[in-house]
Structures are given as C-alpha cells and as structure tokens.
C-alpha cells in the first residue's frame, strides 16, 4: 500500500466513524454530546503520522475523535465510551471529549488544554525522552488568554511543543471575522517561534509540512506553530448549524476525501472502502454488545 | 533561632524543600521571584535554585497556566511543587484547578494521578488591602479530589511538606504570611504552653489543646491555619478573665473534610466555636457545622457558633482591617454566647 493509500484509509475511517456517531446519536443509542471532525480529517491524520504514540505525547480538545483515532487506532475504546459503555477508553467517565489512553488525552475547556501541553513538554524535556507534545487548538481557542501564555513559556524556556492550530472558520457558530482580530501566525512569531501557514485539504500537503514542523522541533526543541486553515461540514456538535448550505456545499469541492481519493485507482479505492465499512460494522457491533457503565457498588 | 529555641516557620519550611530536593529528583519547583539571591517573596525558596538549579523555575507572571504547567508535568512523572506569591493568585488558576487537575484522575478512570503541590500565602494583618491579604481557602474546600492542607505554627510544618510532596493527590498546601515569621511552636512533652496537645496520626494531623488536661471544657473551638494563634489567646484570656475552659482543635487536614477530632472534643464539652479568617459566608466553618450537626446532635446541647470574617473586603488602613478580620475578642465574645445561652 502507498503511503497516500495509508493517509487515505485512516481518514475515510475517522469519516465514516464520525458519520456512524451521527447515525448512532439520531437512533438515541449515544449519549451526551460530540463534536464532529468532519470536513478536517487531513490534519489530523497528516500531523499524527509523524508523531510515536510510544514517545510522543498529544493534547486534544472538544473535537477529538479525528485526532484520537489517528493516533491510537482504538475505535472500539472510544465507540463504547460515547455509547457509555464500561469498555470505553475511561470506562464511561469522559463521554466524547474527555479521552485518555496511552500518551493521548483531551478535555473540554478550550484554552484549559495548552497550558497543559506546555507542562508536558517541559516534563519529558527533563526527562529526556525526546518526546514532542502537540496540542491542537483551533481559531476559537485563539480567544483564550492562557494561549498566548503558554506560547510565552514554550518559547521562553525552549519546550518541544507543536502547537496545531485548525482554524475551520468557526467557533461554535461565530465565524473568524468576529472573534478574531489580526493575524494567527504573527501571533506566534511575536513570541519568536517558528511558523508554517496552510490553506489546503490536500493530506499530502499537510503531511509534508507537518513532517517539516516535528522535524524542526526534534532538530531543535523548540516550538513550532502550524497553522492549518480547514472547514468542518458537519455541525458545531449535532443540530446546531445556521451556516448557508450554499458555503457548505462550495467547501465540498475541496473535501480532503475527494482531493486524497482522486489519486488513488478506483479499485484500491473501492477495496479501502469495504475494508473501513468492514471495520465499523464489526466496531460497532462489538461496542453495542458491551455492557453499560455502572456504579461501583457501595 | 528565635525565642524559646524554635526555628521560624519560614526557615523550617525551607528546610524541608532542601530536604525533599534531596532525597527526590523528581521534584521541580515553579513559581515567580524564586531564584536567588532573592528566594521568593516570602523567602521560603531560599538557597534552593542555587542548590539545584536545573530544578527551580522562576517563571513569567502567569498564573492561570502555571497551574496547567504543573498538571502537565505531574501527569508525565514529575512532582512539581507550585508557589504562588499571594494566596489571592490562585483565583487566576481556577479554571486549571477545577476542569483539570482535580479531574484528570477520576475522568481518565485512575489511568493518570497528578501529584502536584501548590505552596502558597494566605491571610491578612499586614495591611496589604483587599487583594493580597484573603483566606480564599473556602473556595477550594468544594472541589473534588483535591487535598486542601493548611500549616499552623503548632504543627510540623516538615512532616506537612514531605507528606504534600509523597501524596498521589494534588495537593494545596495553605502557608500563612504571619506564620512564616514566627517561632514553629511544636508542642514539648506534649505540651505547647499551659496548653496539653494531642495530635493524631495520618499525613495531616489535627491538634487538640487542652489547659486542664482534657478534664474539663465548656466548649470546642475548632480553627486552622493563621487563626490558631489568636485562638489560643482567645481561650487563654477566657480562662483568666472568666474562668471558662475550652479545648482548641486546630485541623491540618480541610479538605476532605477529617472531623474526628473534632466530634471526639464536642463528645467532652458539648458546644462548637468554628473559628476563620475567611469570610462567613459559605466558609469552612458552615461545613464543620453541618457535619458535626449531623453526626453529634445529641453531644451538642447549644448552637454552633462561627466566627469569621465580615462579608466584605480586606481594608488596608490597619484599624479597618482589625474591624474586618476575625480577633480573639470576637472568639471570646462567641463562647460567651455559648455560656449565655447555656445559663
């Protein structure tokens, strides 16, 4: 298999898994909330290809999912843990944004989580291991003043962090030009780190300069903030969604699918996807004879 | 050395951090102003990032992250020990306090703990106005899976240090200004003063001071922190100018809340005082009060009484901040109420 066959499979999986979610939550058997990745899975699936789950360590935030299968493979964990299952990655006790397994974790409060990825980095860089901590943050999280403290200290105290920021346009449901004001790379090269700046859904793309980035930071050990402009097609969570169809649809000509898909014959393509419906059915079969999460007994 | 042979709180506590440096090289320090020659605002770092400069982070004035900073490095291995230059900081980690560190356990089903500690300041009594003189440790006390500890110049402020430092669970461990100046009046021979001691077992002790070797007392006044020396001036003055015995039970331990001793000297006196330099108002002594009610209502035979700060600020200007905080005449004038009402 190419390596674009590879970044292919893993992000029709985290598609197809996100859609099955959204199936799953309208069939009442998801509880809780989430927050779809779809639209941004070649970021996702192009940064964490460069990074060893054994070494490295990932922060991630409300929308998760994309980043956690792509960096543990553990579709199960996570389905039976938004199904509130006893199975899931934290045995029901996260939901869809409060995930740990390995050297992965996420959380809910946007901001909450850089400042933690900071502390990371300066562990592992006491320690030695050589660990790089990335964090994804996107332009909502650029409201947040721990931030611009966090890209303070990283850079100060010279922290391997990637700092991925994914800036789909919208927080929650504000576009960019309200919330945000001047530029999100220069806010990075003001506290003297280095930068990258994509406007693409190209994996290849976004794997190439992510490459670059985690080499800079193992080269160095210093920061590095990736900007990648992106477009999620799927709601801010479920239902809550007053963007015009129209922009939706115009943004689906670049659906990183599409652009991955077109470069790979039609029959790697088409086996690809039997072997990722394969998978789910056979995850979601598994997740959905888990026993529920119970409280210990007393 | 200072009077009577005891080191100052100050000086025992650095000591301590020398210690625990020592003996483990896990453990890093973070906080503003901590290095050299100058040693923290309240010099409890000194000689520390001299002697171990790779370990002592004297970082921007960054509070909020500085909380995060110290969880990420205690869920990958490290024993961070944060200081925080005025207890009044730590409502800028709130966030990091309440959606991280006090979750990241239970949330990630006992896969990570964060043993982490945070050394910082409370209290007033210097004049230092409204922002740098609060007991904000109520604030804390409703958190989860946080160990709330405040140090007093009775107990063993070592012990307190390197049981912080060993404990799996974060850690906040409650320093007080005035304290840090003064003697570390470990009881001797049991005694502290005129005052009998017993202390209990555990990381977090708690003391109970007695002047008529637990025979006797008309009340219970359970305190913490800053307030145990005023206090025991309190009940000292009861005894002389009324004749009137209390016994002091003064917690290490706030959170969780660990009321045995308390329960065991209501069982002997029958009335409670709390007693905090904190405002009234939802404070710690509301909680000891609820316990104790709930599980003693027989042993009380008088309402709890709480003293504690007026609801309002902490004023600068010294006769104003008197009026404000909590003195042994409000203490006296509590137990006076008890006797009051008992008659």
């Given at each position: 298999m190419t390596a674009l066959a590879t970044l292919y499979e893993r992000m029709l999986f985290v598609r197809r898994f996100e859609e099955t979610l959204l199936d799953l939550f309208s069939q009442g058997k998801l509880v809780g909330t989430t927050h779809t990745y779809i639209g941004q899975e070649a970021n996702g699936v192009g940064v964490i290809d460069h990074l060893d789950p054994a070494v490295d360590t990932i922060f991630s935030n409300h929308r998760c999912h994309g980043h956690y299968l792509a960096f543990t493979d553990d579709a199960f964990g996570l389905l039976s843990e938004v199904m509130g299952k006893a199975t899931g990655t934290c045995g029901g006790k996260g939901g869809s944004q409060h995930l740990c397994r390995g050297n992965f974790y996420s959380n809910g409060v946007l901001g909450s989580i850089v400042p933690v990825a900071t502390g990371i980095a300066l562990a592992e860089k006491k320690k030695g291991t050589g660990a790089v901590s990335t964090v994804f943050l996107g332009d909502g999280t650029l409201g947040e003043g721990v931030t611009y403290e966090s890209l303070n200290m990283a850079s100060l105290w010279t922290l391997p962090v990637l700092f991925v920021v994914e800036n789909n346009h919208y927080a929650q449901s504000t576009p960019v030009e309200l919330e945000l004001a001047g530029s999100i790379r220069a806010r990075a090269e003001a506290f003297g780190v280095e930068t990258d700046e994509l406007d693409t859904t190209d994996v290849e793309e976004i794997h190439a300069a992510a490459g670059r980035a985690v080499a800079r930071i193992r080269e160095t050990g210093a920061p590095f903030w990736l900007v990648l402009h992106t477009y999620r097609f799927s709601p801010h969570s479920k239902g809550d969604d007053n963007r015009d169809p129209a922009e939706i649809e115009a943004r689906r000509e670049r659906d990183p699918l599409t652009v991955a898909g077109a470069r790979l014959e039609d029959d790697e393509r088409e086996a690809i996807a039997v072997r990722v419906e394969q998978r789910l059915a056979e995850t979601v079969a598994a997740a959905e004879e888990a026993p529920f999460a119970e409280p210990e007994a007393a | 050395m200072s009077a009577g042979g005891h080191r100052r709180c100050a000086q025992v506590l650095n000591e301590a951090l020398h210690e625990v440096f020592a003996a483990r090289d896990d453990v890093d320090l973070l906080g503003e102003d901590v290095l050299d020659p100058y040693g923290g605002a309240f010099k409890v770092t000194q000689g520390l990032s001299d002697a171990y400069p790779d370990r002592v982070l004297t970082t921007p004035i960054s509070e909020a992250s500085l909380f995060g900073v110290a969880a990420g490095m205690a869920l990958r291995g490290r024993r961070p020990i944060l200081e925080i230059m005025f207890g009044d900081f730590v409502a800028l980690g709130f966030d990091q306090i309440v959606n991280g560190i006090s979750k990241f356990r239970e949330m990630y089903d006992d896969q990570v703990t964060v043993p982490l500690v945070v050394r910082t300041p409370m209290g007033g009594r210097r004049g230092y106005g409204p922002t740098h003189s609060q007991s904000l440790e109520k604030l804390l006390l409703g958190v989860p899976n946080i160990v709330v500890v405040a140090a007093s110049e009775c107990h063993d402020l070592r012990a307190l240090l390197v049981a912080a430092v060993e404990d799996e669970r974060p850690v906040f461990l409650l320093e007080n200004k005035l304290m840090y100046g003064r003697p570390n009046r470990r009881p001797e021979h049991r005694h502290v003063g005129e005052f009998e001691v017993r202390e209990t077992g555990g990381p977090y002790p708690a003391l109970t001071f007695s002047a008529t070797g637990f025979s006797e007392g008309s009340a219970t006044v359970v305190t913490y922190g800053g307030m145990l020396p005023v206090v025991l001036d309190a009940v000292t003055e009861l005894v002389l100018e009324h004749e009137i015995f209390c016994e002091v039970v003064a917690l290490s331990q706030l959170a969780p809340p660990e009321l045995d001793p308390v329960l065991e000297s209501v069982a002997r006196t029958g009335a409670l005082v709390t007693a905090e330099?904190?405002?009234?108002?939802?404070g710690i002594g509301a909680e000891i009060a609820a316990r104790v009610q709930e599980a003693a209502w027989s042993d009380l035979r008088r309402p709890v009484q709480r003293v504690a700060a007026r609801d309002g600020i902490v004023p600068s200007a010294r006769p104003l901040e008197d009026a404000m905080l909590p003195s042994a005449r409000d203490v006296v004038e509590a137990v006076l109420v008890l006797e009051a009402v008992r008659s």
């Open positions: - | 330099e904190g405002t009234l108002t939802g």
